[in-house]
């Protein structure tokens, strides 16, 4: 009889674990970048929006918007949800690529400055694009985000 509830719990915990996974995975993902999750064995990790309300909310979509970009080499939809005041904001992005992938978000706090401006330290794993080891390493970031026309955009991300 334990060796049954021990089977049916496994089974359980495996399933579940495989669940999570996709939920937390894009539609799609890149060659690009499933090249490199691959070799690193990991996984995309996303914020749960529907965790948050209001402006964190939206906060949390950009973020997590920012991350599929860099997933999916997109600099043009990267740069989509740069503030207008940001200095990469206008850069040529013909002939580029991304530096490093973002691969896990997590643990937003939010410090409000204004309705308009806001200061979010989060949780990012990232892997350099260029590191044949494809390593990844995690640091607490500091985005500052704007709000304009209605949506937050980010003005600067600092280590």
Known sequence: MSKIIS?????????A????????MPQELSSFSQEILNKAGVFP?????SKYSGDESEIV??????????LDNNL??????????????YENTENKKVLSIIVS????KFNFL?????????????????????TV?????????VKENNEWKILSVQN
């Open 137 to 145: 390493s995690s640091t607490t970031k500091l985005y500052n985000m």
């Open 105 to 108: 978000l997590g643990s937003p």
């Open 61 to 70: 979509r950009t973020l997590n918007t920012a991350m599929k970009y860099s």
């Open 7 to 15: 089977v049916i719990l496994c089974l359980f915990i495996i399933t």
């Open 45 to 49: 990790n996303f914020i749960d929006a």
């Open 114 to 134: 204004s309705d308009f401006s806001a200061e979010v330290f989060i949780d990012q794993s990232q892997i350099t694009v260029d590191d044949p080891e494809a």
């Open 76 to 89: 043009d939809g990267y740069k989509s949800l740069l503030s207008l005041e940001h200095p990469g904001k």
């Open 17 to 24: 674990c495989d669940t999570m996974s996709q939920s937390q």
